[in-house]
């Protein structure tokens, strides 16, 4: 007993120097995120009320107001909605169709990996890829129109809010289907079984039963994929080479211009807008997250 309480006092000595070496681990994660995140972020909300000539000005927030700012917010959230929705929709239907697959099969794991690969391309790349498939002299364009189908008969759509809609697409219903898996792998087969054995029907299981359950998840694994399309900006920039139709083109357009100089805190009065709605989004995520989770976990 003597020898069991002299060794208690030790144990205890010591998990603070197990905590600290611990933390050390975190160190880099640390880093990196003051590096890429909080620094830029003290940057674009120091710069969104700095003046050019220095010292602190609330015009470049009340610029926010103009007309043409307000439209292309207008058009970024719509872009973001739009393509969420869709994403969403198709996404969910393609994770229940794996889950319906055999767990840790051939076919579940090629669909996720490819899934997992294709939700981050983006970029030059995607733009290349829909140009020579659907551009003016993609591919597919030609075929059609040889076949008597002009998909321009009506203007060129591919490089305004629908042809950007349909590309964001593309990178938004792999990761749907990424985020919302988890969330219906937990649905168990014994709920199914016991709506069943009740005497209810499968419309009845997923309206009263799987429905609510999954409502959450796929509300929070919605906002997700709003955010991601609301601050994509590489596809767009490469697939748009004239104007500047949504909000990460007009800070380029505010950054880089060579026409209208001293723009640069006004991209980031911009930038500090594009946070704020970044932010609401992503704390509603959490809230959806912390719902799943009660059932989930």
Sequence with gaps: M??????????VARRPRLRGAALLGTVPFLAYVTIFLIIPTLVVVIGAFAADAGGFTLANVRSLGDEHIVAAF?????????????????????????VTAKTGGLLR?????????????GGVTLAFAFLATIGLSGFLTRWLTEHGFDPYANGVWLFELPGLTLVYTYFQIPLMVIVFLPALDGIRPQWREATESLGGTTGQYWTRVAGPLLAPAFLGATLLLFANAFSAYATAAALVSQGSPIVPLQIRGALTSEVVLG???????????MVVVVAVVMTLYSLLQRRTARWLG
């Design 263 to 273: 723009q640069a805190n006004l991209g980031k009065a911009m930038a500090l807008g």
């Design 109 to 121: 794991r090629v669909v996720t990996a490819a899934c997992g690969v294709l939700a981050q391309f």
């Design 2 to 11: 003597a020898e069991v309480a002299a060794a208690a006092p030790q144990r």
């Design 74 to 98: 207008g058009r970024s959230l719509t872009l973001s909605a739009a393509s969420a929705l869709i994403g969403a929709v198709f996404g969910a239907l393609l994770a229940y169709a794996l």
